[in-house]
């Protein structure tokens, strides 16, 4: 009884819920019996490899692996390189799959993808040159969560973007790098 009460509070906690009402967020809260869900953030091998797998079905076209991978569920989140490009929901992976016939095709080449994971979350990252039918390469920054859902590893949210220079999208330059520091206010 007592797990329950956990849960539906931790689920009806507002996720930014401001702490200087002298409340502690529920994650931090060790609420939690143990054994619960903690664990140690370790790099994932499995993780990385799930990820190279995607690159493979989207190159392929194999979409049905496509749909696999990624959470049929209402919970997903997708956000693409375009302005309207904000999905929750299966329809945005569907609307990426209708864009990579619109392409003739895609290939993703991974630069060097990051993994980790702790219990049954976990996240990518990499910075893969993205190459569609036409052959114009752009190097494209991807994030990705995943959660281990009816026994498999699923993308439940899904990042890409292409970077662009703060001079161009802010007007101005900012510190890059931390060794850039003693230039900042203190």
Same mark, same amino acid.
């Given at each position: 009884?007592?797990?329950? /009460? ?13 702490? /200087? ?97 702790? &219990? ?50 802010? &007007? ?15």
């Amino acid at each position: 009884m007592a797990r329950i /009460q956990i849960r539906i509070a931790a689920r009806n906690a507002h996720p930014t819920l401001s702490l /200087q009402r002298g409340r502690t967020a529920w994650y931090g809260s060790g609420i939690y019996p143990s054994g619960y869900g903690h664990g140690d953030v370790v790099p994932s091998e499995e993780l990385r490899s799930f990820l190279l797998r995607m690159y493979d079905a989207w190159a392929t076209g194999d979409f049905e692996a496509l749909r696999e991978m990624f959470s049929p569920d209402a919970h997903i989140l997708l956000i693409g390189t375009d302005p309207g490009e904000w999905w929750t929901g299966r329809d945005g992976l569907e609307v990426f799959i209708l864009q990579t016939h619109e392409l003739g095709g895609v290939r993703f080449e991974a630069s060097q993808p990051t993994a980790y994971c702790v &219990g049954n979350v976990g996240w990518v990252a990499d910075q893969p040159l993205f190459t569609p039918g036409n052959g114009v390469a752009v190097r494209m920054r991807l994030t990705a969560v995943l959660a281990i859902e009816r026994g498999h590893w699923r993308f439940v949210q899904w990042h890409v973007s292409i970077g662009q220079a703060n001079e161009a999208s802010l &007007g101005r330059l900012l510190t890059e790098h931390r060794q850039d520091r003693a230039q900042c206010p203190r």
